[in-house]
């Protein structure tokens, strides 16, 4: 019997506010030491009374609004009881049976295919404390850093659309995405600002009922999303044809063993034995307040991708990456506002971009709004390439220079001596100093083996430290070997 795979994905994201949801303590709690971020009203103290935050609530109606999703005119918050130690008073203030946003859905493109994923509700709560546990010697003890208590926190709870475990890794990049753009959140998966959830089962593939379904926590990356999704489908899928039943149970992802563990039963809805909160008042949000908040919307990413294909002539190869950040596509266009829009400039700026950019931004584990080159510097050095003031080889050790120091190609190209060769007998005198001391090499060329053309290039390239143009020493080389 062949099976399916069903994924629907739950996602909290903390929201770039500056106070929390119902106090007024600072969410900014990234460096701070634990528990200094604290009121009565955090540490869950009797008798003190929540008040709401209103950039929050707009953060979610925008966030909805972007998803295609609709706004409730009539939304409440509820409390939700459970007896985990990262929760202060023993109860979480969600949204239950009314939330935000309701019935949306987003686009996402897995393996070349297209596919409309839908949104089921997006709402408002508050985040937990944060748990540290210690292990000294026969002594295991946990610690409780109430400063991320009360962040708000919004969830998106995905329709189970998924089909596999590259959709699953794709919605979440589409996700992310449209949060970073909108100014709403980090999204960042490794800090903890965006969580996932995933409920996954399997069933036969002529089958339209919903089989048993496992929560998988803890992943804290696109990868891991990935690999515990093709995990847990391939053990639902050996225990199926064994006949085996499933337990709806929450289980977690272990990085370093690649597998899920079992943690606890599942909870059911009526487990959190939800109410509505008696000390908040209902929200109304009327059609005004939505039509404020959509004429706010800025650009979207599948928007903006549209733009840079027809505005800068991109392939859709460079738009796609260029905007999978907020960072990135702004970056470009602020690139492009220096010294006139062209395609040939545009292309140029791109291709920096997802080339060594890119490769240098990932090996460092750099996010583009902390780069220390500035759009004005990658132009400079954009441009004196381009007036054959420096090769494209030394370029890409000047522009290494620039990420690591934040100086300017001038200074280093001054420092490290990397200014391009321009006199005629300079050049002439190195390609004879190689062809004479290459004389093999040489041979194979006339015997019409082309790659000995390459290696020839190569050492002019060498003995020059790349400051001659490669197409120059190609050309010169092809006339002295010919004798032309």
């Not at 759009?375 to 990420?403: H, Y």
Request: aromatic share 8%; with cysteine; proline share 4%.
């Amino acid at each position: 019997m062949e099976f399916e795979t069903i994924i629907g994905l739950e996602v909290h994201a903390q929201l770039l506010t500056k106070s929390k949801m119902y106090c007024r303590c600072s969410a900014d709690y990234a460096n701070a030491p634990p528990n200094t971020h604290v009121c009565p009203i955090c540490l869950g103290m009797p008798g003190v009374l929540p008040t709401m935050n209103h950039r929050a609530i707009e953060y979610v109606m925008m966030t909805a609004l972007a998803l295609n999703c609709s706004v409730a005119g009539y939304s409440k918050f509820d409390r939700k009881n459970y007896p985990y130690p990262d929760l202060m008073k023993g109860y979480q203030i969600s949204q239950y049976d009314a939330p935000i946003g309701l019935k949306g859905w987003i686009n996402i493109e897995a393996g070349g295919v297209k596919k409309k994923v839908g949104i089921t509700r997006v709402h408002l709560e508050e985040d937990v404390a944060k748990m540290i546990h210690h292990n000294e010697g026969n002594e295991a003890y946990s610690l409780v850093d109430v400063n991320r208590a009360g962040v708000p926190l919004m969830e998106i709870v995905g329709e189970p659309d998924l089909r596999s475990a590259e959709e699953a890794r794709q919605y979440l990049i589409k996700l992310r995405s449209i949060l970073q753009f909108l100014g709403v959140s980090t999204g960042n998966m490794e800090e903890g600002s965006f969580r996932c959830d995933a409920n996954i089962s399997v069933r036969p593939v002529d089958s339209n009922e919903l089989g048993q379904k496992v929560e998988v926590k803890n992943m804290n990356s696109f990868r891991a999303v990935f690999r515990a999704m093709e995990y847990e489908a391939k053990r639902q899928r050996i225990l199926a044809k064994e006949g085996k039943n499933l337990v709806q149970e929450t289980r977690g992802w272990i990085e370093e063993e690649g597998k899920t563990v079992s943690q606890r039963s599942k909870e059911y809805a009526h487990d959190y034995r939800y109410f509505p909160e008696p000390d908040l008042p209902p929200l109304v949000i009327d059609r005004s307040w939505v039509d404020r908040v959509r004429a706010s919307l800025p650009e979207l990413p599948e928007a903006r991708r549209a733009r840079f294909i027809e505005q800068y002539g991109l392939p859709l190869y460079d738009a796609n990456l260029l905007t999978e950040s907020r960072g990135g596509a702004d970056y470009f266009e602020e690139c492009l506002k220096l010294g006139g829009v062209t395609a040939t400039k545009a292309k140029l700026v791109s291709n920096w971009m997802i080339g060594e950019f890119t490769r240098l931004m990932n090996a460092t584990n750099t996010d583009i709004t902390n780069v220390k080159v500035t759009p004005e510097q990658l132009c400079r050095l954009i441009d004196l390439v381009q007036a054959g003031n420096i090769s494209g080889t030394s370029a890409k050790t000047v522009f290494e220079e620039m990420f690591n120091t934040g100086k300017t190609a001038d200074d280093i190209i001054k420092q490290k001596g990397l200014a391009q060769i321009t006199d005629t007998h300079e050049i002439e005198t190195t390609v004879e100093q190689v062809i004479s001391g290459n004389p093999q090499a040489v041979t194979d060329y006339k015997a019409g083996k082309t790659q000995a053309l390459k290696y020839l290039v190569g050492q002019v390239m060498k003995a020059t430290k790349g400051r001659i143009n490669a197409n120059q020493a190609l050309d010169l080389l092809i006339k002295r070997i010919e004798g032309k």
